[in-house]
């Protein structure tokens, strides 16, 4: 089971959606206690920090040194920052090496990061006195910086575990839904090859594939029961029809040998009735090979033994209308498949080719083997079948505009395309420039005559 076809479920798609939904109202909820968290800390630091810098202020000038040293003796100087400075920034209190660089003296906190003075990152407010010094207080804040790393990680591995679960969810879901489909798969290619007595699988789920396995079983046996009629009536007609025709042709050859002067006119007539005859042998024909009963005589063949017999067989009615014949066996192509059939097939399109090339023309037959494909090829240099005929040109009775005065019934073609559809191959009529080109390929059929 390839990961490609589990991503193409729907069952993985919808689980993948709501996976991401969910990952991003989690990442907003948590984008919203990380925003409002750090603003309330940060507000609060700020708090504290404006009051002891105003009780700082509001201390009498001649004792501010001291307050500053009281006050730093009270709060520590491992996490309070507390500076007295000249008006040229000389350290005149404090545990505050110097001024940074960046800090206003405006009374507006900043954060600002680790120091030589100050090894810690702090929020910090300065403010210049009436006497020109300015006084600096400050706190450090590496909790609250711990605090953020910890939301922004909590935010990268919820948003990994979310997706990588919804992931692995979404797999296992989409598991048992794509066995049910492989399962419906295997019963169309069945019913695809022939077996109309094929139905689909359903479960107790009740579930829309049950839905749809229900409907083409349904479906199916209408199919199966409209085709059976179908066969049966045209069986029973062409049987009914043959014996008749095949008498009366009997009774005038019998006839010819007594009937004088009327020979030629009963000869005639016996062989418009063997045409008639003849055409109803190759409907009968097509028939059992749609019937796909034919498979028991697969084996493993050589296509060299079946291409090199038609030299012999149409080798004189070729030189007798003009054509030169040329076959090209490469021995060691093999396929599997019933030669006999095989032979019935390349034999048709020879035939064709030879009729309809015209005289002074080429048919070539030779084997090709296209990455590891076996293929029969059969090609020629006459008018061959304009490219809009070529998907026509396999159905029964169907004759192409330049074939019409040709003598023939329209069936060759249709009893190829039935032989290749028993094997599970492909017909290829293709342009040879100038010609057709006619190629039976081995690769796995998908009922397309390709144009």
């Known amino acids: 089971m390839q990961s490609r076809e589990i991503f193409r479920t729907t069952t993985f798609r919808l689980t993948l959606l709501y996976g991401l939904i969910f990952l991003v109202g989690t990442i907003a909820l948590l984008w919203m206690v990380y925003f409002r968290s750090t603003v309330y800390l940060t507000d609060r630091v700020d708090g504290i920090l404006h009051t002891e810098l105003e009780a700082l202020v509001r201390s009498p000038r001649p004792g501010l040194r001291e307050r500053v040293i009281e006050d730093l003796t009270l709060n520590g100087d491992r996490t309070n920052i507390f500076g007295l400075f000249s008006a040229n920034g000389e350290r005149l209190a404090g545990n505050l090496n110097g001024l940074p660089a960046n800090l206003p003296a405006d009374g507006r906190a900043i954060e600002v990061p680790s120091t030589p003075g100050f090894s810690v990152s702090t929020r910090m407010i300065a403010r210049r006195l009436p006497t020109g010094e300015i006084l600096v207080v400050g706190r450090d804040v590496n909790q609250l910086r711990e605090m953020r790393a910890i939301i922004s990680s909590s935010l990268v591995w919820s948003g990994v575990s979310i997706l990588c679960v919804g992931l692995a969810l ?51 046996e209408e199919v199966e029961r409209l085709l059976s009629e179908v066969k049966a009536n045209n069986t029973i007609i062409a049987h009914d029809l043959l014996n008749p025709l095949a008498n ?112 002074g023309s080429t048919v070539r037959v030779r084997v090709g083997n296209d990455c590891g494909h076996p293929t029969i090829i059969v090609e020629d240099d006459g008018p061959g079948i304009a490219s809009h005929e070529r998907g026509a040109v396999v159905r029964r009775f169907y004759r192409a505009e330049r074939q019409c005065n040709t003598p023939g019934f329209g069936l060759g073609l249709s009893a190829v395309a039935a032989i290749v559809r028993l094997h599970g191959f492909q017909l290829v009529l293709d342009d040879a420039e100038p010609g057709l080109r006619a190629v039976i390929d081995t690769r796995p059929a998908t009922d397309h005559v390709a144009g």
């Open 248 to 359: 009366v042709a009997q009774k005038l050859r019998r006839l010819q040998t007594t009937a004088g002067g009327q020979r030629d006119e009963i000869a005639q007539i016996g062989q418009g009735i063997e045409q008639v005859l003849e055409r109803f042998r190759a409907i009968l024909r097509i028939a059992e090979l749609e019937s796909q009963h034919r498979r028991a005589g697969f084996t493993c063949v050589d296509l060299a033994d079946v291409i090199s017999p038609a030299k012999d067989l149409y080798g004189p009615l070729a030189e007798d209308t003009g054509v030169r014949l040329l076959i090209m066996s490469e021995r060691g192509v093999t396929i599997k498949g019933d030669p006999n059939l095989l032979f019935e097939a390349v034999s048709n399109l020879i035939d064709n080719a030879i009729k309809f090339a015209g005289r």
């Open 170 to 220: 979404g797999t296992v879901l989409s598991i048992a839904p794509l066995k049910r489909v492989r399962r419906l798969q295997t019963v169309a290619k069945h019913v695809s090859d022939g077996d109309l007595h094929q139905r689909m699988p359903t479960s107790t789920r009740g579930d829309e594939l049950d839905m749809f396995a229900s409907t083409i079983n349904q479906m199916m």
